[in-house]
């Protein structure tokens, strides 16, 4: 149940590893459609990524 607790980190990694399977995927295929969801997992790693550091450098704002 260790993943339970740090689940904001698991699911950040989760997204960066699904961002780089879908673009390794279409870049062997040469699919749009695949690029622009790997595209679009990736935009979605960053933002939440930033609001991780955002939350972890906010003094006495956590909620554990």
């Known amino acids: 149940m260790r993943l339970l607790r740090r689940l904001d980190v698991v699911l950040i990694l989760f997204e960066f590893?699904?961002?780089?399977?879908?673009?390794s995927i279409s870049y062997?295929?040469?699919?749009m459609y695949l690029r622009g969801v790997g595209?679009?997992?990736l935009i979605a790693w960053v933002t939440s990524a930033i609001a991780y550091l955002f939350k972890?450098?906010?003094?006495?704002?956590?909620?554990?």
């Not at 972890?56 to 554990?64: L, Q």
């Open 56 to 64: 972890v450098k906010a003094p006495g704002d956590a909620v554990e």
């Open 17 to 23: 590893v699904l961002s780089v399977v879908f673009l």
């Open 39 to 41: 595209v679009g997992l």
């Open 28 to 31: 062997l295929r040469g699919s």
